[in-house]
């Protein structure tokens, strides 16, 4: 099984031979604050599409800091800090934010549209062409956990 997707560090490596289940550009403002980024571009993995060879080298801290019961933790290295992925407590998706997690962003599918904008964000409406949503996009259905 060859990976068409790996990230992570040269301590935990990330694979997946499979495709995302939804990529998106996140304005969301969780995703501003950990990444610090104007937008992120955000892939989703089926959990057990997204691996890791070496899960004793993770260090785990909430996603969201305002909400810290919430299902997303952020997976570091322990060796190096280098950001993993984010997984889910409810163990339905893997996250792989291909700019910041080790992926080469040339060879990763571009977001197909744009999540989490409404006005509320003082700044224009995207105009790529690529759908904006309020959220995820409307036909997303998360998969069961495991
Ligand atoms: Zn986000
Ligand atoms: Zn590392």
């Known amino acids: 099984m060859t990976a068409k997707y790996s990230g992570g560090c040269s301590h935990v490596h990330v694979t997946s031979a499979a495709e995302p289940i939804d990529n998106h550009e996140c304005h969301c403002n969780v995703c501003k604050s950990v990444t610090k980024q104007h937008t992120t571009h955000v892939a989703f993995f089926n959990y057990g599409d997204l691996k890791v060879d070496h899960a004793e080298k993770i260090k785990r801290v909430p996603?969201?800091?305002?909400n810290p019961g919430g299902p997303l933790e952020i997976c570091l290295c322990t060796e190096c800090n280098s950001v993993l992925m984010l997984d889910d407590k409810q163990r339905r998706i893997r996250v792989a934010v291909p700019n910041v997690m080790g992926y080469d962003t040339d060879k990763f599918p571009k977001a197909t549209y744009h999540a989490f904008w409404d006005e509320s964000k003082g700044y224009p409406r995207p105009s790529d062409g690529r759908?904006?949503?309020?959220?995820?996009r409307p036909d997303?259905?998360?998969?069961?956990?495991?």
């Open 140 to 146: 997303f259905a998360w998969p069961a956990g495991s």
């Open 131 to 136: 759908p904006v949503y309020a959220g995820l």
């Open 63 to 66: 996603f969201n800091a305002d």
